[in-house]
């Protein structure tokens, strides 16, 4: 007799369908990477713009840069061709340290145009009187110069000893009354945001203010500001690194 031959249910010649999954996953793929690459062009984007940008000259007329050691050479006339009206110098930080290009600086900035002030940076581990003589012997008393400037930057944290917060507003102080009388005039106080937090320095001396934040008018002060570091890395022609642009309040 003859035998029937059975086929097992669903063994048919029938292919199955293919899954759809393996060609949504590189559709995902391929989305994702795509994202991922316009991200990357937009940061690449923000950073170019945010290295050149600087407030618009209409609503800021009066602009300027800060200068100092860090920064090499710097063309001060093509400073001024960009729209500079004025240069801060740093000339002295603490007791020791001076900038010896300062002379040559305040020559050629002025030679270009612009009108020149000097920075000392404060140092919280030092005696107010080191830090005045070592700003003396470098600015001479000049009644062409900007009103000096006083950078408040660094706290009292990493001093070899402890110095306590009513030893710094002390010698801050005594500093500011040496620092005016050399220059017949009233300075001004450069404060750090950190340096603001840790001393409240702006509420306890009554001097115009400089103040510092990339991109947007910084309000740590607790009152108005009179100068404003508006780009810290700005990326300019006068010198090979960045500069930090400073604007004055209208």
């Known amino acids: 007799m003859a035998r029937t031959s059975r086929r097992r249910p669903g063994r048919t010649g029938a292919k ?29 984007w923000g950073w170019w713009e945010a290295r050149s940008w600087r407030p618009d000259e209409a609503e800021w007329p009066d602009q300027g840069a800060l200068v100092g050691a860090r920064d090499g050479a710097v063309a001060f006339a093509t400073l001024r061709g960009l729209g500079a009206n004025f ?17 040559d600086n305040v020559a050629a900035a002025r030679q270009a145009g612009l009108q020149v002030g000097a920075v000392h940076v404060f140092d919280p581990c030092v005696a107010a009187d080191g830090q005045s003589a070592n700003f003396v012997t470098m600015v001479p008393r000049d009644a062409d110069m900007l009103p000096p400037a006083l950078a408040l930057e660094r706290t009292a944290e990493d001093c070899p ?56 008018e910084p309000d740590y002060g607790g009152r108005p500001w009179l100068l404003w570091t508006a780009n810290g890395e700005l990326q300019t022609e006068a010198a090979e690194g960045p500069l930090r642009w400073v604007v004055v309040r209208p």
């Open 87 to 103: 240069v801060y110098l740093e000339a002295s930080e603490g007791a020791r340290t001076q900038d010896r290009a300062f002379p």
């Open 161 to 216: 000893e402890r110095v306590s917060r009513a030893a710094i507003q002390s010698e801050l102080m005594t500093l500011v009354n040496q620092l005016e009388a050399h220059a017949g005039q009233p300075l001004i106080l450069k404060i750090s945001p950190q340096f603001e937090e840790r001393y409240g320095i702006a509420a306890r001396i009554e001097r115009n203010l400089w103040l510092e934040r990339d991109w947007f």
């Open 16 to 44: 199955r369908p293919h899954s759809s999954r393996k060609g949504g996953t590189s559709r995902f793929a391929q989305a994702l990477a795509v994202f991922v690459l316009l991200g990357l062009i937009a940061a690449a």
